[in-house]
């Protein structure tokens, strides 16, 4: 069975710096898709950025970028200048593309403080 | 405009009542899931649809009913309410037909306190 990992619960970085949030995955699927969510204290889920396995390069949403190693099966979040709303809890989330499974697996979140 | 809704956001109620969670999505998907997630903010899957179809039944109690009226629709009902149901319930949405992109939509959550 799939695993995701998230061995950061809690990071801080200060205003205007970059920050980066690990995720590791445990799974013999050779084509999945891997996701980052935020949940700010509204507690409303948002997708932040997705990958797809089968592409090398990695994802990228303005000031949001991934880290997508798969052979080490490793998925991080480079968040760059850094404001105050990033300020969250951030998972990371594993998608199977296999036929019939339709789970999404989520790590156990990792919270940013963000210091003005 | 919303996209995944669920009513209501906020319910409290006494141990032993029974209440429903009621989610709707208007954007054409065609499987709906319902999420636990616990005061340490972990996200565990409850049950999920396809297409009206039951394909996730995680470990629940037999408390937890859901329903699929139709695609479009995902209640969860909760019989005799235990102070450990206390908790945020999310419903969410995805397309897992036809290809990408497959990242779900999530609903603005239900805070259920049991007293």
């Known amino acids: 069975a799939q695993t995701v990992t998230q061995s950061q619960p809690e990071m801080s970085v200060q205003e205007a710096e970059t920050v980066t949030l690990s995720c590791t995955y445990d799974t013999s699927e050779s084509d999945y898709y891997l996701f980052w969510y935020k949940q700010p204290p509204s507690r409303q889920m948002i997708l932040v950025i997705r990958q797809e396995a089968y592409k090398q390069q990695n994802a990228t949403e303005n000031r949001f970028s991934v880290n997508f190693q798969k052979a080490a099966k490793s998925f991080s979040l480079k968040i760059s200048d850094s404001q105050l709303g990033d300020a969250a809890m951030y998972f990371c989330a594993y998608r199977t593309v296999t036929s019939g499974t339709y789970k999404y697996i989520f790590g156990t979140g990792t919270r940013l403080k963000v210091l003005a | 405009d919303t996209a995944v809704s669920q009513t209501p956001k906020y319910l409290v109620t006494q141990m032993g009542n029974d209440k429903s ?21 972990f996200l565990k899957i409850m049950f999920s649809y396809n297409n009206k179809e039951l394909i996730i039944n995680e470990t629940v109690p037999n408390r937890f009913s859901p329903k699929s009226p139709d695609k479009a629709h995902l209640n969860l009902h909760i019989n005799s309410l235990e102070l450990g149901d206390s908790a945020v319930y999310f419903c969410a949405s995805s397309q ?17 306190t049991v007293t």
Do not use: A
């Open chain 2, 21 to 41: 969670i009621k989610c709707e999505q208007n954007l054409g998907h065609d499987t709906m899931y319902w999420y636990k997630q616990d005061s340490k903010k």
């Open chain 2, 96 to 112: 897992v037909g036809g290809g990408p992109p497959y990242e779900q939509y999530f609903g603005p959550g239900t805070r259920l």
